[in-house]
């Protein structure tokens, strides 16, 4: 990600004290650097179809200027941005394609390919937030209600997200962080007014937020964090082009209320926006294409006012920027941040607070990530999604990545995916590459640069195999090593030279414990026993000490709430360290150097309680706070920014 606030350069004096110590304190972020300026428009007819992209600096009015081309001249398709890539999705040339094309939006030149769509079709509407693309409906050519969507970060295929309530083309697409609107559009044999949204962190089908004030097809829409709004269009209703401007808030549910108007009533239009100003670009009206720009501010109510004119009329084309409604203007703390008093902010051992709970296997395969800040006790949060709703894999981590290795998925059943999250930035996981192996039921570990993945079990065999990745490249697995028996559902920890394996079924439970040196690669070692035959067990860790905790009890009839210990430089068997607040397996843990948290879990039924323990002192543990659902088979391994194998 870019560098954010506060930079030597641009935070200093009561800003710098006052709000970012703030920020710091209270939310843990910084405010994003201002890169919502730019607004690119791409592609359509002038009157042939075109590949020009054009660039227009929203906080000055002004002309539009020439960027770059498309790879193919393309007319009606869908774009989306984050702050530092943009793309757009289908059209016709004047075939139908599924191509995506991506640019970064502050360095000018040619588009190049980023993969495609998954069904081929034009005048689909795109818009999303920070991390996810999200493509609405289109004309295949019969009306589309597909929803499919792509990971900003990584360069690939759609994959499916959901369906429209209606299928429908030339919608009014936008967004703020956390939820999607798709409004209008033409849906046979008429125009829509129908307005659909979705939860951008959860794919699924749309659901029905209101109605529009009339029937609209080739409508434009942008937003800002808390207001959607639309301009333009064909007006079913009246039979003709329409410069009526409608919005909604986010936050409710209901119809779309009059805003004002446009300059000119026309359709096929370019919108886009930063924070507080919205532009309509081009477009149609009933004398021809237009090169005009208008603009109004999102916050109030009145008529569009001219803002400057496009280097030529175009219509058919689509607009996006890199300061829309869908983009947080604050942004977890990253490792290059500077704090108040100038010093860089620590991070690593002990002193990453980021806590991750990646997936899991029931009450359904979920894809869903719960934040939580370790050091202090509350609820969980959403962070982003899996590339692949799945369970039981197993996890390790950096200061700056969490690697999560395979899973059980409800489609393939076992997965040999692994998943890359960037803990400086709330959003969803990305492709890293393979395991060898495809299988559950696997415990992972780390140090700063190594993740390594352990056991586990794709029926009928349990698997004695051990894999690493170098955490900051992507690619796949190698071999390190064997376990001392093939086996799964082991509780995995480390610390920055040793990581344990603990606990475990073959498939009878286990209280063996062995280790590894992560540093090398060869086969692990005893180490000594656990208190008691366990599996499906949570690990934890500081610096010096290593945690055991839940489990399935020898006759794998209940959970247990045995929480032990074991000094991880030397070898030796566990001792006692005490209770969990509610017995319970197929747990995950995460931690800091300081304190551990173990989440989720069966007791029997599936639960969304977190407890925390003092890795340093011994005794019970006590309330941290709630999952988001309650679940079991979270990742198993290490999850977190400053767990005790960081240094």
């Known amino acids: 990600m870019a560098n954010s606030y506060p930079r ?19 939310q843990g972020t910084y405010p994003q650097l201002n890169l919502g300026d730019r607004m690119l428009v791409s592609g359509g007819s002038n009157p042939g179809i075109t590949n020009t992209i054009e660039s227009i600096e929203i906080s000055t009015a002004g002309n539009a200027t020439n960027f770059g081309d498309l790879v193919t001249a393309t007319q009606d398709s869908g774009s989306a941005s984050s702050t530092t890539r943009l793309i757009i999705g289908g059209g016709d040339t004047p075939s139908l394609v599924n191509t995506i094309n991506y640019v970064n939006p502050h360095n000018s030149g040619n588009a190049a390919d980023f993969g495609n769509l998954t069904v081929a079709r034009q005048q689909t509407s795109a818009s999303g937030n920070s991390t996810t693309g999200i493509f609405c409906g289109g004309r295949t050519p019969s009306s589309s209600d597909v929803i499919d969507f792509v990971t900003f970060t990584t360069l690939g295929n759609a994959a499916d997200f959901g369906n429209l309530t209606v299928g429908r083309w030339g919608g009014a697409v936008a967004s703020n962080p956390t939820r ?56 079913y209703s009246a039979g003709g082009f329409s410069n009526n401007i409608e919005y909604v808030e986010f936050g409710s549910l209901g119809n779309s209320v009059n805003f004002g108007d446009l300059t000119s009533a026309r359709y096929t239009i370019g919108a886009a926006s930063n924070s507080s100003k919205a532009l309509f670009a ?49 942004v977890p703390r990253a490792p290059e941040l500077y704090s108040p008093t100038g010093k860089v902010v620590p991070r690593g051992s002990g002193v990453g607070n980021v806590g991750l709970f990646a997936g899991y296997h029931a009450p359904s395969h979920s894809s869903e990530i719960d934040f939580i800040n370790i050091q ?112 799964g559902s082991c509780g995995t920890t480390s610390s920055s030279t040793r990581g344990l394996i603990m606990g475990g079924r073959t ?122 659902t309650a679940s079991s088979g979270r990742s198993e391994g290490q999850c977190s920014n400053g767990h005790g194998g960081l240094s």
């Open 8 to 26: 030597r350069d641009q935070a200093s004096g009561i800003w710098k004290i006052n709000q970012i110590t703030k920020n710091i304190k209270d």
């Open 507 to 628: 498939p009878s439970n286990l209280n063996v414990i062995e280790y590894i040196t992560i540093g090398s690669t060869g086969n692990a070692t005893d180490f000594g026993d656990l208190t008691d035959n366990t599996s499906t067990n949570a690990g934890a860790s500081s610096t010096t000490r290593g945690l055991s905790a839940g489990g399935l009890n020898p006759g794998d009839s209940a959970g247990v709430n045995i929480i032990d210990y074991v000094t991880i430089a030397s070898t030796g068997n566990a001792q006692d360290f005490g209770d969990l607040t509610v017995a319970r397996y197929i747990i995950a843990g995460t931690s800091n150097s300081l304190r551990a948290v173990f989440g989720g879990g069966k007791a029997p039924s599936d639960s969304n309680v977190m407890d925390y323990v003092t890795i340093a002192s011994t005794g019970n543990a006590a309330d941290f706070g709630d999952l988001i």
């Open 282 to 330: 081009g477009g149609e009206t009933s004398g021809g294409r237009v090169n005009t720009i208008d603009f109004v501010t999102i916050a109030t109510r009145s008529n569009a006012t001219d803002f400057g004119d496009l280097t030529a009329a175009t219509n058919n084309t689509c607009g996006a920027s890199t300061g829309h409604g869908g983009i947080e203007n604050f």
């Open 180 to 235: 999607l609107i798709c409004a209008g559009g033409y849906s046979t044999p008429t125009g829509s007014n129908t307005i659909d949204f979705i939860q951008i962190s959860t794919t699924g089908n749309a659901t029905d937020f209101g109605d529009l004030s009339a029937n609209f097809n080739a409508v434009a829409a942008t937003s800002s964090a808390t207001r959607w709004m639309q301009g333009g269009g064909y007006d």
């Open 376 to 487: 202090s006790t509350s609820n969980a949060t959403d962070f982003g999604n899996l590339t692949v709703a799945r369970g039981r894999g197993g996890a390790g981590s950096s200061s700056t990545r969490l690697i999560v290795f395979g899973g059980e998925t409800p489609s393939s059943g076992v997965s040999d995916a692994i998943d890359s999250i960037e803990f400086a930035s709330i959003g969803n996981a990305a492709d890293f590459g393979n395991l060898s192996v495809t299988r559950y039921q696997t415990g992972g570990l780390s140090n700063q640069t190594r993740a390594v993945n352990c056991g586990g079990y794709n029926s009928p065999a349990f698997y004695n195999t051990i894999e690493y990745v170098t955490i900051t490249t992507t690619g796949n697995a190698s071999d390190f090593g064997d376990l001392s028996a093939a086996k």
